[in-house]
Nanobody
C-alpha cells in the first residue's frame, strides 16, 4: 500500500523559507516521478515541482528560481525547499506519485505566508 506523509509546513513571513518533506512507503521514490502540488482556497490544484527517476526536475512558472525539489533515496523521502516565499504561495501542499495508473496523494501540509 502506497502512503505519502508530508511535513514541514507552517507560518512564515514573506521572504522566509521552509522545507517540506514527503516520506514515502510502499514505493521506492527513486524509480518514480514524484510531484509536489498545491491548492489555495478557491483555486485548482497546481503542479509546483516534480523530480523524475533520472533527477530531471520540472517547476511551475511561479516558483522557478525560488523552489528546489530533491530526494534522499536512503530515506525514501522527497523534499521541497522553498525560499523567498510570497503571500501568494499560501496553500496546502501535497506530495504525489502515479503508481500502477493510480494517483496517490498525501494528506497535505499547510503553508501560510504572511505579508
Amino acid at each position: 500500500q502506497v502512503q505519502l506523509v508530508e511535513s514541514g509546513g507552517g507560518l512564515v513571513q514573506a521572504g522566509g523559507s521552509l522545507r517540506l518533506s514527503c516520506a514515502a512507503s510502499g514505493i521506492i521514490v527513486s524509480i518514480y516521478t514524484m510531484g509536489w502540488y498545491r491548492q489555495a482556497p478557491g483555486k485548482q490544484r497546481e503542479l509546483v515541482a516534480s523530480i523524475s527517476n533520472y533527477y530531471s526536475t520540472n517547476y511551475g512558472d511561479s516558483v522557478k528560481g525560488r523552489f528546489t525539489v530533491s530526494r534522499d533515496n536512503a530515506k525514501n523521502t522527497v523534499y521541497l525547499e522553498m525560499n523567498s516565499l510570497k503571500p501568494e504561495d499560501t496553500a496546502v501542499y501535497y506530495c504525489n506519485v502515479v503508481w500502477r495508473d493510480h494517483n496517490y496523494w498525501g494528506q497535505g501540509t499547510q503553508v501560510t505566508v504572511s505579508s
